[in-house]
């Protein structure tokens, strides 16, 4: 078997986030309480996307999303390369559905999800595997299939010494709205919306926020003239 490219990064993702699961659930399990536009735009996704198949969240952490959007009505599962992070996810709602995979390679059927969830999950890609991913996302989703992707934005790339207490050796990367907009589009996404926030003081990690609802284009609508 060939190794994947993206081997060696999605290790040391994966490695480190095994360390860091546990207090990351901790911290930020509930942090959704404290977000009010967060809560609003998953909302507005889980109108669209309820009763129309199933949703992913992808990079689902502990599992707080998929929670959410699960009370919500919807049929989520929720994805993350890590197992420890899984295996909190599983321990913080036992009810709901959550799996190991990685965004880079979905082992999803194409056109099979109604809507993909990503709040966060590109935090840790260099801009030079944006193109797989949301190649992967368009692929996973069905025609008319709604993404929710959330990211920070700036141009840096941080790599803090530790988190909570939790050594760590991986990068952070801020992206754009356009780049990633421009990346979206690129892989055959419809950029619906564009929405960016301040942070949240004493919630959250300060930087500017950015969400994007993007879709993928229904061919069979287009040719229609609907």
């Known amino acids: 078997m060939v190794d994947h490219p993206t081997d060696p990064l999605t290790r040391s993702i994966r ?40 949703v992913c969240d992808i990079g689902c ?13 919807v049929s989520v599962f929720g994805l993350d390369l890590s197992s420890s992070m899984v295996a909190e996810a599983r321990r913080a709602s036992p ?48 025609p008319g299939g709604l993404l929710l992707l959330a990211f920070h934005v700036g141009d840096e790339i941080i790599r803090p010494d530790e988190l909570w207490g939790v050594p760590l050796a991986m990068d952070f990367y801020l992206h754009s709205p356009a ?4 990346s979206l589009r690129a892989a055959g996404f419809l950029v619906e919306e564009v929405i960016e926030r301040e942070p949240y003081p004493d919630v959250e990690y300060q930087s500017r926020r950015a969400y994007i609802f993007a879709r993928k284009r229904d061919a069979r609508v287009e040719s229609s003239g609907g």
């Open 61 to 73: 952490g502990p599992g707080h999303v998929t929670r959410f959007l699960k009370d919500l009505q």
């Open 179 to 182: 780049t990633i907009s421009e």
């Open 15 to 54: 490695e480190n986030y095994d360390r860091l699961a546990h207090e990351y659930a901790v911290h930020l399990f509930d942090e959704l309480q404290h977000k009010p536009l967060d809560r609003e735009l998953l909302t507005r996704f889980a109108c669209q996307t309820r009763g129309h198949g199933t």
């Open 95 to 142: 009810g709901l559905e959550f799996r190991e995979g990685d965004m880079l390679a979905l082992d999803r059927p194409p056109d099979s999800l109604a809507g993909i969830v990503a709040f966060y999950a590109i935090v840790n890609l260099p801009s030079q595997h944006l193109a797989t991913a949301f190649g992967e996302m368009w692929r996973a989703l069905q």
